[in-house]
């Protein structure tokens, strides 16, 4: 098991910077999710780390050792990371055991030794008995949890999953996502672990790097992602926040602001330190938010109810926000009809923090 550190790493392509300036420290035994949109830099990260590209500037280590940075770069084969693919990338002319027990092969460890390893990791993903099969013989989880067992019997200290569930059914994820938190649980491995999916990284990570544009927009738990989104990227990007056009009029005790939304008066959640300060933003989720036929709240206008089963979607525009439509969702039963007028409450919020210069 290792410690992973990223400081201040950047990649360049010619002169566009895929990752700019990360900086990342991964704790023996944490599982950290790196999250963003296409294109936002994941892939070259994780090439990063494990070897296959070098850093332009910065430091990558593992443990005490440095990786990649001034002095060179170590091989990938030097790393100890191991990596799951999301095609598995398994040989089809192997069976499971041989593929499983190939790098041992190549390391020249004694057979029966390289067998009981292969044994153990077998039983470790839950597929013992299928050594003797080959891939083709195996479902989509299956081959995974092969490709798993894998890169286990070489022992690394550091795992990284790239996207490992994209190939798979919608079932088949939920299940997989389970065996991956029993496994790391088990195993206690170091995991750093690639998706654009948001509910598979809150679903397994103690923390989340989202990234955006190859800058590290947050590195948090997935509550504090949710609650408290370091900017607009974040907020949308999670859960696809609710964000408000607020004026921060003062600071309050405990952790609080007072803001002016909409022309209406709150008391917001807030960092500490905040100032009052024009064209800043609230960040509300569906939870925060209702909207009623009538009684106090903000006017406004209900553009469309989608009904979808146990809620429904809803569009609002506010009439003191032109331009400005609001999306979200509300538990049924929802009394409100599209084309209506009604009001919306908001009963908390996050003051989006000020960006800080670059
Ligand atoms: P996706 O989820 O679509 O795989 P990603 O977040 O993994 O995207 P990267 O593959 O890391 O993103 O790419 C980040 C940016 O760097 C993209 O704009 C990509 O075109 C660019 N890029 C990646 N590799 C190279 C390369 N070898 N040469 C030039 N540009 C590259």
Redesign the pocket.
């Known amino acids: 098991m290792a410690r992973l550190t990223l400081d201040n790493v950047t990649k360049s ?1 010619a002169d ?1 910077d ?1 990752v700019r300036d990360v900086s990342i420290d991964v704790g023996d035994g944490e599982f950290l999710a790196v999250l ?1 949109p ?7 990260l994780l090439r990063l780390i494990a070897g296959f590209e070098k850093v332009t500037s910065g430091e990558i280590r593992i443990g005490n050792e440095v990786m990649s940075g001034k002095g060179g770069s170590v091989a990938p084969e030097k790393r100890r990371v191991g990596i799951v693919f999301q095609n598995y990338a398994l040989w089809p002319h192997m069976t499971v055991a041989e593929n499983i027990g190939y790098s041992l092969k190549v390391a020249k460890l004694d057979k029966a030794a390289a067998r009981r390893k292969v044994e153990d990791a077998l039983a470790l993903v839950n597929l013992q008995g299928l050594g003797e099969r080959r891939p083709a013989n195996l479902s989509g989880g299956q081959r995974q949890r092969v490709a798993l067992a894998r890169c286990l019997v070489a022992a690394p200290s550091l795992v990284l999953f790239d996207e490992p569930l994209a190939n798979l059914d919608v079932h088949l994820r939920a299940s997989m996502e389970d065996e991956f938190a029993a496994f790391h649980k088990r195993t206690g491995t170091t995991i750093v672990y690639i998706t ?1 999916d948001q509910a598979e990284a809150m679903a397994l990570a103690d923390r989340i790097a989202v990234m955006d544009h190859g800058r590290l927009a947050q590195l948090a738990t997935p509550r504090q992602l949710y609650r408290e989104p370091a900017n607009e990227m974040v907020s949308s990007f999670i859960s696809q926040g609710i964000l408000l056009p607020a004026d921060v009029l003062s600071a309050e005790e405990g952790g609080h602001c007072k803001v002016r939304v909409l022309g209406t008066e709150l008391v917001v959640r807030c960092r500490t330190g905040e100032r009052p300060r024009a064209g800043a933003r609230i960040c509300c989720r569906s939870a925060d938010v209702q909207v009623v036929p009538d009684g106090p709240g903000l006017d406004g206008h209900v553009k469309r109810v989608i009904y979808q089963g146990g809620s429904a979607r809803i569009e609002f525009t506010p009439s003191a926000g032109p331009d400005l439509t609001l999306h979200f969702e509300q538990p049924d039963p929802v009394m409100l009809e599209s084309g209506t007028q009604a009001r919306l409450r908001i009963r908390s919020g996050w003051l989006i923090p000020a960006a800080r210069a670059a």
Do not use: I, M
């Not at 296409?38 to 070259?44: E, F, I, L």
């Open positions: 392509f566009f895929a963003g296409s294109g936002c830099g994941k892939t070259t654009h």
